[in-house]
């Protein structure tokens, strides 16, 4: 063999040994990931497709009020601010997770910008929000 097949081989060694890395790695990267329909009901407005991931019993606080109702009873009243409170935009600024994942984020509304907290949990295989709070920024 000449040094041309042997630098070629390593080449494509290493490449094959990176891919197997990083696929082993991959469900790691995916502990702690908030799905994405979360985000985009969020920015939308649309209460049904957030209520879709709350928990059977949900901690919502919306501008100091605060309550624990149901899934249903979270979807209207997410549903009531949504039409006070056109969502324009929304932007996570931070996210994280321990033993529960959780985001920050910001929303630009028709009538003021407000700061967004939810915290999530998996439970039966199944992301679901157990808290989530709208405040003004």
């Known amino acids: 063999m000449n040094s041309k097949n042997i630098i070629a081989m390593k080449k494509k060694l290493g490449i ?3 891919f197997t890395l990083w696929l082993s790695m991959s469900p790691l990267f995916s502990i702690g990931q908030i799905p994405g329909d979360i985000f985009t009901g969020l920015k939308a407005g649309n209460a ?3 209520a879709s991931y ?3 019993n949900i901690e919502l606080v919306i501008i100091d009020k605060e309550m624990v109702c149901s899934q249903a009873q979270g979807e209207q009243i997410l549903k ?3 039409t006070r409170y056109k969502p324009l935009d929304f932007k996570i600024t931070h996210q994280g997770s321990d033993d529960s ?3 920050i984020g910001k929303m630009q509304t028709s009538n003021g910008n407000f700061r967004v907290y939810y915290l999530i949990r998996v439970k039966a ?3 679901q929000i157990v808290q989530l709070k709208i405040d003004k920024d």
Do not use: H, I, Q, T
Request: charged share 20%.
């Open 16 to 18: 094959f040994l990176f």
């Open 48 to 50: 049904k497709l957030v």
């Open 54 to 56: 709350f928990n059977e």
């Open 80 to 82: 009531d601010f949504f």
């Open 101 to 103: 994942s959780y985001a």
């Open 125 to 127: 295989g199944k992301y």
